[in-house]
């Protein structure tokens, strides 16, 4: 576990150290008229490259690949470079933007409220299916074990996805609590990190329930990742709040402005794709506080969690 910690830090200092190299070749200072002033600060709020950070839910190579058309869509709308990045988990991806070195983020609800009480962002576009800015979570059993309602679940494993995700852990740990099912005293909790490896785990039967997004499991079946009939829906979850797409609060008035119309306007299917979504509505920052009364029902300490 230790070397896995040491690993994980190492990459994000790493990741850290090539972005101040290349903040520094880009903020080169320049004199005002004055001759008193540097526009340094100008350079920070309004930069040629912008960091775009996505949610390490598949290998971060799948990522990237998969987000190539919105790479190419951002640099031509906001002639700007665009540079791709996806952490090793959400943990590392809200420790980085909490040294303010990612100019766009896409969290999960979860990941948000937590990047928030660290990071000087804000959500400004809400991915939208269906006219929704909703989604559900899903709690599934091994079809094999039998495993098709909360009761089974009592003396089994349940996987979630990653600590700090709201559809594959938050919301379905809760959906647990409401039935008197709680970690560690009626069930064994592990943690695969991802979403599909959530569903991966539970058709091979390595454990019995998990946790996940509704659309990624529907996705997940679509694409043949896993076999439909080798799990149960046990129970869908309530609606909240979809997945939001940050940006540093402290970018220029004027690039913040073109960021959002950039995605409230993106209609190319082939772009929203990878994020299951027809496109991008508008949302602020008010819209998580059903996240965050989540985490009180929880009695989860956010602080520790954003570690």
């Known amino acids: 576990m230790l070397s896995l910690i040491l690993k994980k830090n190492f990459v994000v200092v790493l990741f850290l150290a090539c972005l101040s190299l290349v903040s520094c070749s880009n903020s080169n200072t320049q004199t005002s008229n004055t001759g008193n002033q540097s526009t340094q600060v100008d350079t920070k709020a309004n930069p040629q490259k912008l960091i775009v950070a996505l949610l390490p839910d598949e290998s971060a190579a799948t ?43 896409y969290f999960g609800p979860l990941s948000y409220v937590l990047a928030k009480t660290k990071s000087n962002i804000e959500p400004f576009a809400a991915l939208k299916k269906d006219g929704k800015t909703t989604y559900q979570a899903l709690v599934i059993g091994n079809a094999e074990s039998g495993i098709d309602s909360y009761e089974k679940i009592k003396g089994k494993v349940m996987v979630y996805g990653d600590q700090a995700s709201t559809s594959s852990h938050l919301i379905p740990k809760s959906m647990l609590m409401e039935k008197g099912l709680k970690p560690g005293e009626n069930y064994e909790e592990v943690f695969a990190g991802a979403h599909d490896a959530v569903a991966v785990a539970v058709a091979n039967g390595n454990a019995q329930a998990g946790g996940l997004s509704k659309p990624i499991f529907t996705a997940l079946i679509e694409k043949g990742t896993i076999d439909k009939n080798k799990v149960i829906i046990i129970a869908e979850s309530k609606p909240f709040p979809q997945y939001p797409w940050t940006m540093r609060s402290d970018l220029a008035p004027e690039l913040k402005t073109q960021i959002q119309q950039a995605f409230l306007e993106l209609e190319d299917e082939a772009i929203l794709k990878p994020f299951k979504a027809d496109g991008f509505q508008s949302v602020t920052d008010e819209d998580y506080d059903v996240v965050r009364d989540l985490g009180k029902v929880l009695d989860l300490d956010f602080a520790e969690l954003s570690k």
């Open 63 to 105: 990522v990237i690949q998969n987000n190539k058309g919105l790479e190419t869509y951002l640099e031509n709308k906001l002639n700007k470079d665009i540079e791709l990045f996806v952490s090793t988990d959400y943990s590392s991806m809200i420790e980085v933007a909490s040294k303010g070195r990612l100019d766009l983020a």
